[in-house]
């Protein structure tokens, strides 16, 4: 089948830098579902057409025609559609008259409950470019637009103002209104450079023309592998140093230009007396510069900016860029100066009227509570109490600070700055940036003892406030990021190796606050198990199935370390010849013991009427033995290497012993056997729900 490539673009206003990519990826693949959904092939979208002025998708080989659509219209059961005598029925009759066939044109298809009669038609496929306007519309309709705009007198409503619309199938026209627009065959290039229209003669050529012809490098992908490389190159070619250059800001310097131009600037050395974070907040979130450091990573004062223009005269636009961030380095500088003059913990008064939560108190109240469970939970974590409780007293002092309130993304790391030119020792003084981490998934850790012990107190002690005023998470509303306190919980707890009763943690910091309306034993279960399921998805991104979670899960434990331990020993566990088989036996003698009728005591070996079952006595005997140093070692792999060696008794056991043996206490004596033998493997976990082989 003929194919070509299709081409739109919606020429806009400046689009929303931190949007522009997600809105591209949604209209690429609206468009490739709604060819999918007509049945119309395609080999695969070209490249990420976007820029600040235009969303653009490219299509590589779409079928220029729409297959033959098949119709199938189902009518009453065969068995109601025909009398006795073969003859039809008023019902096919009218069914046929619905079709506008005869009778004899229906045919027969099975249905869930038996024979139907059916009218099937086959017509001609529409040719695609008919189909496009439709599949366009409806993709641009679904775009994730929070707040769509009006213009002009038009009630035409998009994320911006459009000017043009372009849509080119191979070299032909498509030729419709959208948003208000006739389409055309012609893009407009740089708003400086190449402001007019600029043809484009076939959908493969758009990129390369405007590249050309309008000074737009249209590919964001390429245009970001330039800013990349370009920006590295000035950096050490001209300032002698290395551009940090971080993903988000590279992405959102993307999206703001079009036809990229690095250039280096300066500022005042006398700027470096300010904390780097605070000069580098500035450079990076007003003003979208990228800083620059020395071998060393010491920050040196120069910047390198993308303008979005090829100047003819550089040194221009560098000054201008000079003159804009002398002040705002200037405004650093002197917040950092009046925070100096004041005492760290002369800030926490200042807590005191900022509200945490309604119900749960002030910011300052949120400090005492993690004094005492920070100082709480200090000694598992190998912190001193002492300075855990320090720094949970001056934890959120900085929030306060002239610089933070100007710069809250400096939140914590002024925190540490302020606290040690207070005269605060190093452990308290870095975990007041460290109580924040980790910030995200996969962020980094708290490195100092003090700071992991803060870290969890915050996060526990948010945990315990919000479910014990009933305002639990639900669905995708979880506007205190509990979910991501739980894992942060979670990652601090078993990849530090800590072993921690949550449940006691969890009781001792509700016993804190005194705002909290529900019962304390039900937050504190509720909490439990919402913190222990974000295990689940942990597991699975590992690798490890679900089922192997859950045998460790049933024993009803509350160490998350331990918890992670068994399961990672469960899941090697599972890949053994033995899981299957013994896992079946673990399966097969829970629910014989669920039926016990018969008190369950201590094995008497002279009830034994047989080899086989003194044999699993004796197993079981050594068993108990091997186990006690691996687990109290929590060396759980090695402990299910050794119950492995049950499988070929307890198999003998079932082959040749009737477990229910006429006999009372023969009776009660094998049960007894089968239930010692289940509480071994359950020192461990539930093996019967992992997958066996019965």
Known sequence: MSTANFLVEIGTEELPPKALRSLRAAFEKGICDGLTKKGIGYSSPEGEMAAPRRLAVLIKDVELQQPRQKTELLGPAVSAAFDASGAPTGAALGFSRKAGVDVSDLQQVEGPKGPRLAYISETPGQATIGLLPEIVSASLDGL????RMRWGAKRNEFVRPVHWVLMLLGDQAVNTKILGLNSGTTSRGHRFHAPGEIKITSAGSYASTLREQGKVDVDYRARMETIKTSVALLAEKQLGGTAVIGDALLEEVTSLVEWPVPLAG??????????PEALISSMREHQKYFHVIDKNGKLLPHFITVANIDSSDPDRVIDGNERVIRPRLADAAFFYNTDKKTSFDSFRDRLKPIVFQN????????????AALAQKIAPYVGSEPEDAKRAGELAKCDLVSEMVMEFDDLQGIMGQYYARLSGENAEVSAAMFEQYLPRFAGDKLPAAATGKALALADRLDTLTGIFGIGQQPTGSK????LRRASLGVLRILVEGGYNVSLREILEFAFDLHSGTTQDKDAVVTELLNYLLDRFSAWFNDDGIATENFLAVRALGLDDATDISARVKAVADFAKSDSAGALAAANKRVANILSKADVELGAINANLFESEIENELATTIDQSILALSPLLQSANYQAALTELSRLRDPVDQFFDQVMVNAEDDAVRANRLSLLNEM????????DISLLPSND
Do not use: C, M, W
Not at 364 to 369: A, C, G, I, L, Q
Not at 478 to 481: G, H, I, L, S
């Open 678 to 685: 289940r509480q071994l493997f359950l020192s461990v976990a």
């Open 359 to 370: 119900q749960l108190g002030s910011i300052f109240d949120k400090t005492e509570r993690l």
């Open 478 to 481: 979880d506007p205190f990021a």
């Open 266 to 275: 300066n500022f005042d050395e006398s700027f470096l007396d300010v904390p």
């Open 144 to 147: 994730p637009i929070p707040k």
